[in-house]
């Protein structure tokens, strides 16, 4: 198929604990973006990744694309409360069209 | 700017009925593109457009129907809704610029289907 397979689907850590979500596909990428989605909410974009091996911070969250590009990953550090929500990884294609993986699901607890 | 709004944000409707789901953008975007989102499925490709005229079919298209006669309006349509559509449904639109842009999406409408 034309998803992307994320892992795990949920995780719980309390407030100070890091978290990491990977995202895996058995084809190569030509790019990989990563979206955030509050309880209740809209996804909201994030970053895009394309180069092979590529790494992104902002801030507290790190982005990774592996160096066969078949694979990606968003770490934060040292969670927060306002970190919670879903993350999701989506493989973009032309003309616009997001081939979402099924999200990671992250509950902080204080 | 207003971004992408979708109305309404609710909506229960019993099986068979019909209905249209509103998504307009104000960005001048070319890209148009419907999801539905369900509990751990993620976001799948409802139907998407290149411009104004142009549509096409993405990953779940069965049971519903698009146009788009303005850059601004991206209409999803229901014919006659089934409880399988129970869901909720995200419009985005972004930009023809580079090869691979972000996706802006509006807030959604949760639609459940008696």
């Known amino acids: 198929g034309q998803q992307v397979m994320q892992i795990p689907q949920y995780q719980h850590v309390q407030e100070g604990e890091d978290f990491t979500t990977y995202c895996n596909s058995s084809?190569?990428?030509?790019?990989i973006q990563w979206y955030k989605q509050r309880p209740g909410g809209h996804p909201v974009f994030l970053i895009q990744?394309?180069?092979?091996?590529e790494v992104k911070k902002q801030k507290r969250l790190t982005f990774q694309f592996g160096e066969a590009k078949k694979n990606s990953s968003l770490h934060i550090t040292a969670t927060q409360t306002t970190d919670v929500g879903t993350y999701f990884c989506a493989r973009g294609s032309t003309l616009g069209r997001l081939y979402f993986g099924r999200g990671t699901q992250l509950t902080v607890w204080p | 700017n207003a971004g992408v709004t979708q109305t309404p944000k609710f909506q229960v409707l019993k099986t068979g009925q019909s209905m249209t789901l509103q998504c307009a953008q104000d960005m001048n975007h070319e890209y148009m593109s419907w999801y539905r989102q369900d509990p751990g499925m993620g976001l799948r490709l409802i139907h998407y457009?290149?411009?104004?005229?142009?549509?096409d079919q993405g990953e779940v298209p069965n049971g519903y129907n698009v146009s788009r006669s303005t850059t601004e309006d991206f209409p999803l349509r229901l014919l006659s809704a089934a409880p399988s559509q129970t869901s909720v449904y995200f419009c985005?639109?972004?930009?023809?610029?580079?090869?691979?842009?972000?996706?802006?999406f509006g807030p959604g409408t949760r639609l459940t289907v008696l």
């Open positions: 084809t190569t990428l030509s790019n």
């Open positions: 990744l394309v180069k092979s091996g």
């Open positions: 457009s290149v411009g104004a005229g142009i549509t």
């Open positions: 985005a639109s972004s930009s023809r610029g580079e090869l691979y842009n972000e996706q802006f």
